[in-house]
């Protein structure tokens, strides 16, 4: 079971009452608990079974535009003096940066509803093998596979996160998963390999053990006897796994902090468009039970829906205060990244996809 709240909180208020007894104009903590447990299958045997337990605190202190962060898994209360007191000495003789600061106050999250992300429900170890020997009989029912890699991990956190502001907030969260790899020979001995996946917040919602292994085994089957094409142009239909590598690049691009350095190809690309006028891309951080749901960012600033392209226009960069101070730009409860990222449906199915491309 992870730590409550109002333990979290103690310590989190603890942190920021006394890095401004001891000169911090300002300061910020985050008190986090995680506990997660892992089962490892491989070709029917149990290969690996872990569980890993964390309890940590991270501070960051300003003395006027000066900046330093310091981090711990030991909670005693000495221990936590000694930490306070060696961050406030670090940022004395720490550079000034003009941009160093607190978000500003008016961008804090100030309402908190509740999106379901936390599922109380645990499974026990026994129950996650037998899930696991569900999905391997159900890949292994196709004779040319020949070897099952599956896992599955349940977590729990619960975090706080303080700053010297007034902000005190923080919320619990889960997710359960479960992946399997399957490998498949051929005739001519010549392997591939594929694999599927379920990962949800609630227990409950996961895909059945016999579904992710019948489509892991399917996935590898269609690798198996590849044909060449001659060179020619011709259309190419993406797979929809391939827009997880599509979106990670274009997050990168357009973060505040690509853009600040000058790094990014697409600096001064606002309201320019960068896609076909079919596209359109949402990072939306509200969705019930989503994964990367949020009720803020790693700084309490509040987040809210972003159509971060609009008909193939780039309409927003990811920003936070650090570097949206540098750029002029106000955050928009991006620090730590994305949320739920994703393109928006498109109108046309994949099977009409294929009717359109005879060849492709």
Avoid at 29 to 48: C, G, P, Q, W, Y
Avoid at 105 to 125: G, P, R, S, T, V
Avoid at 163 to 191: E, H, P, Q, R, T
Avoid at 238 to 258: C, E
């Amino acid at each position: 079971m992870v730590k409550d709240q109002e333990y979290l909180k103690k310590k989190a208020s603890f942190c920021i009452d006394l890095a401004k007894k001891l000169g911090a104009t300002d300061s910020s903590a985050a008190v986090m608990h995680s506990i997660s447990e892992t089962v490892n299958f491989r070709n029917r045997k149990l290969d690996e079974s872990d569980r890993s337990d964390s309890l940590a605190v991270s501070l960051t202190t300003y003395i006027g535009k000066k900046k330093s962060s310091i981090s711990s898994s030991n909670l005693n209360e000495e221990n936590i003096k000694t930490l306070i007191e060696r961050c406030i000495e670090t940022t004395k003789i720490t550079p000034e940066d003009e941009f160093n600061s607190l978000p500003d106050k008016e961008l804090l999250a100030d309402k908190i509803n509740d999106l379901n992300l936390y599922d109380d429900d645990h499974i026990e170890n026994d129950e996650k093998i037998e899930y696991l020997k569900e999905i391997e009989e159900a890949a292994l029912q196709k004779k040319e596979i020949i070897n099952t890699e599956t896992g599955f991990t349940e977590s729990k956190s619960n975090f706080i996160l303080a700053n010297s502001d007034g902000f005190l907030n923080g919320y619990k969260s889960s997710s359960f998963s479960a992946s399997c790899v399957a490998i498949a020979k051929d005739s001519n001995d010549k392997m591939e390999r594929d694999y599927e996946f379920t990962s949800t917040c609630h227990l409950q919602d996961m895909l059945r053990p016999k579904q992710i292994g019948t489509i892991a085994a399917k996935k590898t089957l269609q690798k198996l006897n590849p044909k060449k094409i001659d060179s020619e142009k011709i259309s190419i239909i993406f797979d929809r796994r391939i827009s997880k590598g599509i979106l990670s690049v274009l997050a990168s691009a357009i973060s505040a902090s690509s853009i600040a350095r000058g790094t990014s190809f697409l600096k001064d690309k606002i309201n320019e468009g960068i896609f076909s006028t079919s596209i359109n891309i949402f990072d939306k951080p509200n969705i019930v039970k989503g994964l990367g749901s949020r009720y803020f960012d790693s700084e309490g600033v509040k987040t809210e829906e972003l159509k971060l392209v609009d008909q193939g226009v780039l309409k927003h960069y990811l920003v936070d205060t650090y570097n949206g101070k540098k750029l002029n730009l106000k955050s928009n409860g991006r620090s730590g990244g994305t949320s739920n990222l994703f393109f928006e449906k498109g109108s046309i199915s994949y099977k009409d996809l294929l009717k359109l491309n005879q060849r492709a």
